[in-house]
């Protein structure tokens, strides 16, 4: 059994399908599926095919506890970054023969999963499995506590709907509960979107709330500063901080700054890999959503150089 997955294919203009596709995978964030990046997945892939004439292939994965991953069985707690890392892992051997993935995407939770990937990859025997490039859209780094970034939110919506009731009876009434509660239009419409047909009139979430928030406890609890200053070799990693976006302190800004000169050193002494930190203008945590052309702009030069590798 593998995680549930949808793929977005793109080829080079006038140069047909011939020749392996390069792969690409995108990790969604907390309560969020693959299906929320696939408008920014066929526009990165085109643009990607164009610029860099071979053709991509990405996967949009539904983590566990997620979309149709979470009507699935087989994915049993521990509901941690390293068993959903894991996750991804049996996805690439088992549909994809092992391939190496090009370029590797997580955001918010899914930018932790992503480096829960990536380290369990750098330990493994063969390097073949190290993703080429590593993009971490607005992702915590380090353990997040509740005076800093916006976990307190995330702690409040996570146990508002831990206690409604369900089924829900519809969007509308959801809505109405969100505004009465003091949550913006943009977090009711996106919270109105993971609910699904329960098949008896009603919906339902899309998600399972016990077994996400257990993720989003790990996510709090996990720090990957340590791979961050040392990426390993053969892997370009990227860093991307939203312009707006409140996941970020002084202090972690600092950090992250100072995480640059570590790996710099490190990757100059021939035993790791780069890290490129960036700041998407015009952009708060919602990334693909705010300034969708910015990111794929920002990131088409490593779909460029990872053709090369």
Same mark, same amino acid.
Do not use: C
């Given at each position: ?44 892939? &085109?643009?990607? /095919?164009? @610029?860099?004439? +071979?053709?991509? =292939?990405? %996967?949009?994965?539904? *983590? ?83 005076? &800093?970034?916006? /976990?307190? @939110?995330?702690? +409040?919506?996570? =146990?508002? %709907?831990?206690?409604? *009731? ?144």
């Amino acid at each position: 059994m593998t995680l549930a997955y949808d793929e977005v294919v793109a080829h080079p203009p006038d140069k047909g399908n011939t020749g392996q596709l390069k792969l690409g995978l995108i990790v969604h964030g907390l309560l969020g599926t693959g299906r929320n990046w696939k408008t920014f997945a066929r526009s990165l892939a &085109k643009q990607a /095919a164009a @610029e860099s004439g +071979r053709g991509w =292939r990405i %996967i949009l994965v539904d *983590q566990r506890n997620h979309g149709h991953s979470a009507e699935l069985t087989g994915f049993d707690p521990p509901h941690t970054l390293q068993t959903a890392a894991q996750d991804l892992h049996e996805l690439i051997q088992q549909k994809y023969n092992s391939q190496q993935l090009s370029v590797m995407v997580g955001h918010s939770l899914g930018g932790k999963t992503t480096l829960a990937y990536l380290k369990q990859m750098a330990a493994m025997p063969t390097k073949s499995h190290l993703p080429q490039q590593v993009w971490i859209l607005d992702s915590s780094i380090g353990k997040v506590t509740r005076n &800093k970034d916006t /976990a307190s @939110e995330v702690d +409040r919506i996570i =146990r508002e %709907i831990k206690g409604l *009731q369900h089924p829900i009876a519809s969007r509308e009434w959801l809505y109405k509960l969100m505004e009465d509660q003091g949550y913006s239009l943009g977090l009711r419409l996106w919270m109105g979107s993971n609910l699904v047909p329960d098949g008896q009139g009603k919906l339902k979430w899309g998600f399972n709330i016990e077994g996400a928030s257990d993720m989003y406890q790990s996510y709090q609890q996990s720090s990957y500063w340590d791979l961050v200053q040392h990426p390993p070799k053969g892997t370009a990693l990227h860093i991307v901080r939203a312009e707006k976006s409140d996941r970020w302190t002084q202090e972690t800004v600092s950090q992250l700054q100072e995480a640059e000169h570590a790996a710099a050193a490190h990757a100059s002494s021939g035993n790791g890999g780069h890290l490129h930190t960036h700041v998407l203008s015009n952009a708060g945590h919602w990334v693909h959503v705010d300034n969708p052309q910015g990111l794929v702009d920002m990131m088409l030069p490593s779909f460029v150089e990872s053709n090369t590798v």
